[in-house]
Nanobody, 122 residues
Framework: VQLQASGGGLVQAGNSLRLSCKAS????????MAWFRQAPGKEREFVAG????????LYADSVKGRFIISRDRANVTVALQMNSLRPEDSAVYYC????????????????WGQGTLVTVSS
């Protein structure tokens, strides 16, 4: 499984940014995809997840109502639309994949992309 994340950048607080993760290497039926983030000096934390088949979603409380995760099965991509960004959203964002049910622990995901940096200025 290969995951290629993109779309990070510098944005002012209150604005939006859209991350994309291109997945390849196998068929993703029955996979669960997720976005995590890691700020300097902090542990990697779950942001949002989506099931490949049904599109069922799960969000961390800190981003609920502001972020939207989606998947495009035709293009085999997972997107994270981030709205109303805050300085505390600044982090390296990673996309990840696993074959079993939803999990919010990073250790539960064996497949990771390289990360894309998001910086939100106040």
């Amino acid at each position: 499984v290969q995951l290629q994340a993109s779309g990070g950048g510098l944005v002012q607080a209150g604005n939006s940014l859209r991350l994309s993760c291109k997945a390849s290497g196998r068929t993703f039926t029955n996979y669960n995809m997720a976005w995590f983030r890691q700020a300097p000096g902090k542990e990697r934390e779950f942001v949002a997840g989506i099931t490949w088949n049904l599109g069922t979603t799960l969000y961390a409380d800190s981003v609920k109502g502001r972020f939207i995760i989606s998947r495009d099965r035709a293009n085999v991509t997972v997107a994270l639309q981030m709205n109303s960004l805050r300085p505390e959203d600044s982090a390296v964002y990673y996309c990840s994949a696993r074959t079993m049910g939803f999990a919010t622990r990073s250790a539960a995901y064996p497949n990771w992309g390289q990360g894309t940096l998001v910086t939100v200025s106040s």
